[in-house]
């Protein structure tokens, strides 16, 4: 008789572990990483599993006691043995259910009632006869590839190349050769909306048959779909936003994340993985290579390249050796003293004149949606809150309604205000719905798009946005950090960043770090073609040792002041930051909660021998309310080298917080979250 041991499908902590089964008449054909059914609990409830284990022998632990049997098994929708290793780190790393890991490699959605296939791509591009000609640096870094790919060695590539510099034509190159090898090929990009214009490129090079697309806009039906072509091994590459990390391949040869810096990689809800660790992971156990690009690498990255664990390209020239942008910092404080309390400085609005005038296209910057970002009351200061969340209503003018950005609550804005009763609430803060109608105001004449999470809800329509923009047929773009990275258009002559100190002013570590990226990248929009673009940087703040680096085009000196002052304060790289959020919904008892979280972490750590813990808070959390619960939060500052220690302190608190019912609070755990907030 053999044995397995069984993962359950099951939302509970109290049944993250394994269940032995007996395997029956399925013996002979179970793997590690087949989906099962099997019997749970008492009564005659079946439920869905996946194996992590098979025996020939009961363990001795379990002899005499009753085992039942599995009662079905679904080849056609198991994970693979390796999806199945990369679950058990999974759970180690993110302190998630071992289930939850699993389901990221399962399917979404079911077969289809009719038996007709959901196809969502239907690009109509034309092949490539043959690839362009390499530069100099594109051969070199190819060069540097073909060695472990050709040697199926787990490498690691940190491609840093500047904006425009051909980074794609390496991963199409790269991805050339792991199918020629038999082996499949991941593509991710950090944006849905830059999904179409990757799988384009692709399908240039490569044709249409053999590529499928993952990503959260696709129906389920479409994701089902698309997971069983890749698994039955009908495609070679795969491209898609964060999830199709997951993509179910046997044979992976190649794993590219572009624009690794991006904070989009982090999941934000459990498990709260990290697609570049996990895209890392997933080579290594496949002897694959992961190529990690970016025209600003994250700081942990460039410092794992300077340690030796990556080895760094460099990509220093634009393809067609254009250079890089003129970029100019303009101090609005000197224009509110000259009287302009436009949002446009004199130098942007008269940039923009010049640019549409010559009949090139310009795009505006700004990272925060919305018309504005509260609504006040000008005599009392009464300010418009959720009531569930606790935080600022954004206006959105389109809808006449202030919206939460965390739990989507929409409330009409009042005429008079419900705390004095004055007449006229005003709207303070500026968001991109608000710079379009200024944008349209300012330039009637021409053509206007936005686009944000508000503009592009309908299935689609960031691709007509997209498509619209680059045939020339919008003249001036208006977005977030959407329209930041990774696009390519030859007639953008001018960038305009209206506001560079929105994300300088959120109180996080990182705050820096994003801002040097985000002006980086929307700047390497401009003049990737023949003529040299302009980029207009607008801030209050133009001493600030990020925007400087940015205007001068300074990474390595970004990079050393950003890591003299982590190293000072030991954030990460030389720490994880493990964020611990207690949360209930009264909030004495989330309080008491976190206090007590602090106590027992403090005492299990010292009784397993680990280094005196640093932990800060607890403390409300910046946002202290979202959805009606109550939040306090607490920081520990791992040190990388004893990452075990505290993974297995943390994990058994998390198990034992979340199973005690009568405690009244649960705990979230977040490995170097993307936000502090």
């Known amino acids: ?257 572009d624009e690794e810096h991006e904070g989009t990689y982090k999941s934000d809800m459990s498990p709260k993985y990290d697609a570049v660790e996990v895209a890392i992971k997933r080579a290594k156990a496949a002897r694959a290579v992961t190529i990690l690009g970016s025209a600003t690498p994250s700081v942990v990255s460039s410092y794992r390249a300077e340690r030796g664990l990556y080895t760094r390209i460099l990509l220093t020239k634009r393809y067609n050796t254009t250079p890089l942008p003129l970029l100019k910092v303009v101090d609005m404080r000197a224009e509110l003293l000259r009287g302009n309390k436009s949002i446009f400085s004199g130098d942007l609005y008269a940039s923009m004149l010049d640019a549409l005038g010559a009949g090139k296209q310009v795009m505006l910057f700004l990272n925060r949606r919305g018309w504005s970002s509260f609504v006040s009351c000008p005599h009392c200061g009464y300010v418009m809150k959720c009531e569930r969340c606790n935080i600022s209503l954004t206006y959105h003018k389109a809808e006449d309604r202030a919206v939460c950005h965390f739990c989507g609550l929409s409330r009409p804005v009042p005429r008079a205000c419900p705390s004095c009763g004055g007449e006229g609430l005003r709207f303070f803060g500026l968001g991109t719905e608000q710079v379009e109608s200024l944008t349209r105001a300012a330039f009637p004449e021409h053509s206007i798009a936005r686009m944000d999470v508000d503009a592009v809800r309908a299935k689609g329509s960031a691709q007509k946005i997209l498509k619209d923009f680059g045939a020339g047929r919008i003249d001036i773009l208006i977005g977030t950090q959407m329209i930041a990275k990774g696009l390519d258009f030859a007639n953008v002559a001018l960038v305009g960043v209206i506001a ?28 990737r073609r023949e003529e040299r673009g302009r980029v207009i940087v607008q801030t209050y703040m133009p001493e600030n040792y990020a925007i400087e680096a940015a205007a001068n085009h300074d990474y390595e000196g970004f990079y050393r002041s950003e890591l003299f002052f982590r190293q000072t304060l030991d954030y990460p790289p030389f720490s994880d930051v493990i964020q611990a959020t207690v949360f209930s919904e009264n909030e004495e008892t989330a309080a008491a909660g976190a206090e007590r979280f602090k106590r027992d972490f403090l005492a299990l750590f010292a009784e397993g021998g680990g280094r005196q813990a640093v932990v800060l808070g607890p403390k409300p959390a910046p946002i202290a309310r979202i959805d009606a619960d109550f939040r306090y939060q607490l920081y520990i500052k791992a040190e990388t080298g004893n990452r075990r220690a505290y993974e297995k302190t943390l994990a058994a608190l998390k198990r034992k917080i979340n199973t005690d019912n009568a405690a009244g609070y649960r705990i979230m755990i977040d490995v170097n979250p993307y936000s502090l907030m």
């Open 1 to 257: 008789m053999k044995y397995a041991d069984v993962v359950i499908e099951t939302k509970s902590d109290a049944v993250d572990s394994f269940f032995t089964y007996q395997t029956g008449e399925f013996g002979d054909s179970l793997r590690v990483g087949s989906k099962v059914s099997v019997p749970f609990a008492r009564g005659k409830g079946v439920k869905t599993g996946y194996v992590f284990a098979l025996y020939d022998a009961l363990p001795k632990a379990l002899e005499g006691k009753r085992i039942r049997g599995i009662e079905g098994v679904d080849e056609q929708l198991s994970i693979s043995a390796g999806s199945a290793e990369v679950c058990r780190w999974m759970q180690a790393r993110y302190y998630c259910r071992l289930i939850d890991a699993v389901n990221c490699f399962a399917p979404a959605g079911k077969v289809s009632k009719t038996g007709k296939k959901r196809v969502p791509l239907k690009a109509e591009v034309e092949q490539e006869s043959e690839a362009p000609a390499l530069t100099n640096e594109q051969k070199r870094a190819v060069s540097v590839i073909l060695p472990s790919l050709e040697g199926r060695e787990a490498g690691v590539f940190l491609l840093h190349g500047v904006t425009g510099s051909g980074k794609t034509e390496v991963y199409l190159t790269a991805a050339g050769h792991a199918i020629r090898q038999g082996r499949k090929v991941v593509m991710l990009v950090p944006e849905i909306s830059l999904t179409h214009q990757t799988v384009e490129r692709f399908i240039r090079r490569f044709g249409q048959e053999r590529l499928a697309i993952l990503h959260s806009k696709l129906s389920a039906g479409e994701r089902f779909d698309e997971w069983v072509r890749i698994k039955n091994g009908e495609v070679d590459i795969v491209i898609g936003a964060r999830s199709a990390v997951f993509a179910p391949f046997e044979n992976l040869g190649l794993l590219i994340v």
């Open 500 to 527: 560079a100190d929105i994300s300088l002013n959120i109180p996080d570590f990182k705050s820096p770090e994003r801002t040097f990226q985000l002006i980086t990248q929307v700047a390497g929009r401009a003049g």
